[in-house]
């Protein structure tokens, strides 16, 4: 497999930033993996704050046991349609895509590199 197809896949399929391991740029890497992850962390925690308000309202009680009822409930806490979550989830794709296409970008240099000095 080409180093370009395969840090691309890493970067694509795995996490933003591993491709950028396997190519040894490690200040990018790391830049990548950290922005990305504090992203995703912020993503969930804050899905999982609300989430946990309405579940802890059906505990006691105060909403019903009914799809209808809960997803009212999900909605009123801001969980499934928040402007905050939509800006995250488009920055994390941002990310990835950037990183993906940059992996993809270093290897080919990095390749064009090598063959100009066998030739």
Do not use: C
């Not at 180093?3 to 996490?15: I, R």
């Not at 962390?41 to 999982?48: A, N, Q």
């Not at 209808?68 to 806490?77: G, K, V």
């Amino acid at each position: 497999m080409k180093q370009t197809t395969k840090v691309t896949l890493l970067s694509l399929l795995v996490f933003p930033g591993i491709g950028h391991l396997v190519l040894k740029k490690y200040a990018i890497a790391i830049a990548f993996i950290v922005s990305f992850a504090y992203l995703l962390l912020e993503l969930v925690k804050d899905i999982h704050d609300k989430t946990q308000q309405v579940i802890d309202s059906i505990i006691r009680g105060e909403i019903p046991m009914e799809v209808s009822a809960i997803r009212q409930a999900l909605i009123n806490q801001g969980a499934l349609d928040n402007p905050n979550l939509t800006t995250i989830g488009y920055l994390l794709l941002i990310i990835w895509a950037i990183a993906a296409f940059d992996a993809y970008r270093i290897a080919n240099i990095s390749s064009n590199n090598v063959t100009e000095q066998s030739s």
